[in-house]
C-alpha cells in the first residue's frame, strides 16, 4: 500500500513563493512552504503600480485591507530621460537640443508597499487557509520519483518532507536551478548598487525617476592585462515615506544605478561600481554636494541579476517547477522580483493547478508552463544594444540617442505605447509603431545600431518579432475558435497540454470565472490591458 503523501506542494523560498503557496491553497491544493531564515520581508520598499497590485486583489492573495495597509507610499509619476549631460527641466528632443529627451509617465512603479507588512498578510492568508510554513528550515535536496513524488531533504534529525510537486521559488541563485544549467555563464547581467539616505532636498522629492541617463557611455581602461570595458550608467529614483497620495514632506528617497553587461570576466565589479556611484550621485541629486557628509545613510544595496537567452527555464526534472525568478521569466531588463510575479501569478498559478489536478506533472507537462515566449526574447535586443562589447570603444552617445529617440516616440504615440513597455511588456502594436516611427526620425542612425548590435543577433531578433506577430494573431483569431473544442476533449494531458499554448476568449474581470493562462497571449504581451487614455490624470503639483 503506497503512504500517503504529506502534502500536494511543497514550496521552496518563501519571500516570494508565499504568493504562489497562498494561491494556490485557496485553490484547494495542499501546500508547505520551506524558507531557509525568517519569512519575512525586509525594509527596503518594493515599488509598483496600482494595476500590479489589483491583479493580486483579483487572484484573491490580497484583498483591499490589504493594499490599504501595505502600501506606505504614493507619488503620481516617473520620469524616464536619456541625457549626455543633466539639464533639468529639458524641453524638446535630442535633435532640437542636442542632449536628450525626458518624459514623464503616471502610474507606473509609483507606489511603495512595506514588504514586511506585505508578507506579514500573505502569509497569515497562507495559514488561514490551512497552508503549512517551516521557517529556518534550509533545503538540503530532493529525491525525485517520476512515478510517486518528491522526497524533501532537511538535514540531519529531520524527517524528510513529501510532495507531489516542488516548486523552486528561490530566486536568481537557487540551488536547483544552477544545477540545471550546469554551472553555464549567464548571457547577460544587470549589475545595481544604491543606497536609501535622508538629506535630500524634500520640494524635488515628489515624483519618481524609473529610467534615466545623465553622462555618456564610460569606457574603462582595464589595466593589469585587463581589456576593460564600457558601460551605460542608468538610474532610478523613489521617493520613500511620502504616505498615501504624496501628502507626508520628506527628504529620504532610493537610489539605484545599473548597468548592462556580459559576464566577461573583465567586467567592473560591484566595488568599482559602488565607487562610481558615489562619485556621480551629486550630479543626478544636485542638492547633495557630498554624500558622506550630506547624507544620512540608512541602506546600502548592490546586487547582480543574471539573464539567460533560453529563459524561462523548461525543467530537467519531472515533478520539480523553476518559478519567479528562478525561471528566468522575468524581462532581461528588469530586476525581476515582485512585479514579474504579478504578472504571471494568475497564468503560472492556474498552469501548476491545472498539471495537479490532471496528474500532468512530467517534466515535458511542465515544460509546457515555462514555454518558449517570443516577446521575453525580443526584449533580448533591447539589452544587447546597451551592452557594449568587451575591450570596444563605442560612440559614447549611443544609448543615448537610441534610447531619447525611442522614448520620445514612445511618449508622442501615447500612454497605450510606453506604459506596458516600462511595465516590461513587450507588445506588437507599440513594437512595430515606434521602431518604424524611429527609422523615420533617425534613418542615418541604423548602420550604428546594426554595427553595435551585430547583424547575426538583428537577424535572430527579427524572428523572435516574426514569432510575436503569429501568437497575436493566434490569440485574436484561433484561441476563441478552438476553446470550446479543447474544453470538450476528455483526454486531461491534451487538454492541459492546448490550454497552455492559448486563452479562453475572457477578459480578465471575468477570468476568475475560467482560469486559463497559456502562451500565445502572454507570448504576445496580449494579456496586459491597455489603459483608458481618456482616464489618465497626471497632477504634478
Not at 527628504?251 to 565589479?269: G, N, Q
Amino acid at each position: 500500500m503506497t503512504k500517503k503523501l504529506d502534502h500536494d506542494v511543497i514550496v521552496c523560498g518563501g519571500t516570494l513563493g508565499i504568493f504562489f503557496a497562498t494561491y494556490l491553497q485557496l485553490r484547494g491544493h495542499d501546500v508547505c512552504v520551506i524558507e531557509a531564515g525568517k519569512l519575512r520581508g525586509r525594509e527596503q520598499e518594493w515599488n509598483i503600480s496600482m494595476d500590479e497590485l489589483d491583479e493580486l486583489v483579483r487572484l484573491g492573495v490580497l484583498d483591499q485591507d490589504d493594499v490599504d495597509a501595505v502600501v506606505t507610499t504614493e507619488f503620481p509619476a516617473c520620469r524616464s530621460g536619456f541625457k549626455n549631460e543633466e539639464v533639468t527641466p529639458l524641453d524638446g528632443g535630442y535633435f532640437d537640443n542636442g542632449i536628450g529627451y525626458e518624459c514623464v509617465t503616471p502610474d507606473v512603479l509609483n507606489l511603495g508597499v512595506s514588504p514586511s507588512i506585505l508578507i506579514e498578510r500573505v502569509s497569515r492568508r497562507f495559514a488561514s487557509a490551512g497552508g503549512t510554513v517551516l521557517d529556518s528550515t534550509p533545503l538540503r535536496g530532493i529525491c525525485v520519483s517520476g512515478s510517486v513524488g518528491c522526497a524533501v531533504d532537511l538535514g540531519a534529525g529531520t524527517s524528510p518532507l513529501t510532495a507531489r510537486l516542488v516548486l523552486d521559488c528561490m530566486g536568481n541563485n537557487s540551488p536547483i536551478s544552477s544545477q540545471q544549467r550546469y554551472g553555464r555563464k549567464p548571457d547577460g547581467v544587470c549589475a545595481v548598487v544604491g543606497s536609501c539616505a535622508g538629506g535630500y532636498d524634500e520640494s524635488t522629492n515628489k515624483i519618481g525617476d524609473i529610467i534615466y541617463t545623465l553622462t555618456p557611455t564610460v569606457t574603462r581602461d582595464g589595466g593589469g592585462g585587463r581589456k576593460g570595458g564600457s558601460n551605460q550608467y542608468f538610474w532610478e529614483a523613489f521617493p520613500v515615506g511620502i504616505g498615501r497620495d504624496g501628502r507626508t514632506a520628506t527628504d529620504v528617497k532610493t537610489t539605484y544605478m545599473f548597468t548592462y553587461m556580459d559576464a566577461h570576466a573583465d567586467r567592473i565589479s560591484l566595488f568599482d561600481l559602488m565607487e562610481d556611484y558615489w562619485k556621480l550621485l551629486p550630479a543626478y541629486q544636485p542638492s547633495i554636494r557630498d554624500p558622506e557628509k550630506d547624507l544620512d545613510i540608512k541602506r546600502i544595496l548592490f546586487a547582480y541579476f543574471p539573464t539567460y537567452r533560453d529563459s524561462p527555464l523548461r525543467p530537467m526534472f519531472s515533478r520539480v517547477l523553476a518559478v519567479g525568478d528562478a525561471s528566468g521569466i522575468q524581462s532581461p531588463l528588469s530586476f525581476g522580483g515582485f512585479g514579474a510575479l504579478t504578472r504571471h501569478l494568475g497564468r503560472v498559478g492556474g498552469a501548476i493547478s491545472e498539471a495537479l489536478d490532471s496528474g500532468c506533472l512530467h517534466k515535458d507537462d511542465l515544460g509546457e508552463i515555462n514555454s518558449y515566449q517570443p516577446n521575453l526574447a525580443a526584449a533580448w535586443m533591447f539589452q544587447k544594444a546597451m551592452s557594449m562589447k568587451i575591450g570596444s570603444r563605442p560612440n559614447p552617445v549611443f544609448v543615448n540617442r537610441l534610447l531619447a529617440t525611442n522614448f520620445q516616440v514612445m511618449n508622442e504615440m501615447g500612454f497605450r505605447t510606453i506604459k506596458p513597455f516600462l511595465q516590461d511588456v513587450v507588445r506588437l502594436d507599440g513594437l512595430a509603431g515606434s521602431l518604424t516611427q524611429s527609422f523615420i526620425a533617425d534613418p542615418v542612425f541604423m548602420p550604428q545600431i546594426v554595427a553595435t548590435v551585430g547583424l547575426p543577433e538583428l537577424v535572430e531578433w527579427l524572428g523572435h518579432v516574426g514569432n510575436m506577430a503569429a501568437y497575436t494573431v493566434l490569440d485574436a483569431a484561433v484561441s476563441p475558435v478552438i476553446s470550446p473544442i479543447v474544453d470538450r476533449l476528455r483526454d486531461p494531458r491534451k487538454k492541459f497540454w492546448w490550454r497552455r499554448r492559448m486563452e479562453a476568449h475572457l477578459r480578465p474581470v471575468l477570468s476568475f470565472l475560467y482560469l486559463q493562462s497559456l502562451a500565445w497571449k502572454y507570448g504576445s504581451g496580449a494579456d496586459y490591458v491597455l489603459p483608458d487614455e481618456d482616464k489618465i490624470n497626471l497632477n504634478l503639483e
